[in-house]
T-cell receptor, first 111, second 115 residues
């Protein structure tokens, strides 16, 4: 079955710093890859996705590129804001669209 | 467009009691999912429905957990009897269909505390 591994947090950054959260996956077949975000007290929201190798997903200044050769989908943002403080989850799906999540990475951005 | 609705938001019970959670998916979404999210971990899929049929329940502890989606819309997840390790947030999600490209939309979840 699928598995997803992402870097443990918390990640603490100052405002305007560069963000990278690493994510690697194992899967049979060709999964789609996702980043979901969970703000305090809220449900999971889709941040971005990529459906095939070399696709780049982007949203709200965040980007991630589907790298088949390294089985990775690292999340990046050039300049984080305090409002980006949240827990970020990397996920992959299978042919039946069932998601497998990583353990989550808490990001704290200080002003 | 209304999102995925879940109730209650919070529930506190004692071990060996029973509890039920309710989910109303986005209108027109054929596929419904229940996930369990233990504190500090990523969500884990418990069961997937397509309309009113179960597609996958391989991760559902069937000795105590049950779920139904009788009319292919709302769904109920039940735990009977609850154990301490069932303390978690139970998330419901829905998608238009089961194809790999379909995005899952999540509700706010029900936080269960078993004492």
């Amino acid at each position: 079955g699928n598995s997803v591994t992402q870097m443990e947090g918390p990640v603490t950054l100052s405002e305007e710093a560069f963000l990278t959260i690493n994510c690697t996956y194992t899967a049979t077949g060709y999964p789609s890859l996702f980043w979901y975000v969970q703000y305090p007290g809220e449900g999971l929201q889709l941040l971005l996705k990529a459906t095939k190798a070399d696709d780049k997903g982007s949203n709200k200044g965040f980007e991630a590129t589907y790298r088949k050769e390294t089985t990775s989908f690292h999340l990046e943002k050039g300049s984080v804001q305090v409002s980006d403080s949240a827990v970020y989850f990397c996920a992959s799906n299978n042919a039946g669209n069932m998601l497998t999540f990583g353990g989550g990475t808490r990001l704290m951005v200080k002003p | 467009e209304a999102g995925v609705a879940q109730s209650p938001r919070y529930k506190i019970i004692e071990k060996r009691q029973s509890v039920a959670f309710w989910c109303n998916p986005i209108s027109g979404h054929a596929t419904l999912y229940w996930y369990q999210q233990i504190l500090g971990q990523g969500p884990k899929l418990l069961i997937q429905f397509q309309n009113n049929g179960v597609v996958d329940d391989s991760q559902l502890p069937k000795d105590r957990f049950s779920a139904e989606r009788l009319k292919g819309v709302d769904s109920t997840l039940k735990i009977q009897p609850a154990k301490l390790e069932d303390s978690a947030v139970y998330l419901c999600a829905s998608s238009l269909d089961r194809d790999r490209g379909n995005i899952q939309y999540f509700g706010a979840g029900t936080r269960l505390s078993v004492l």
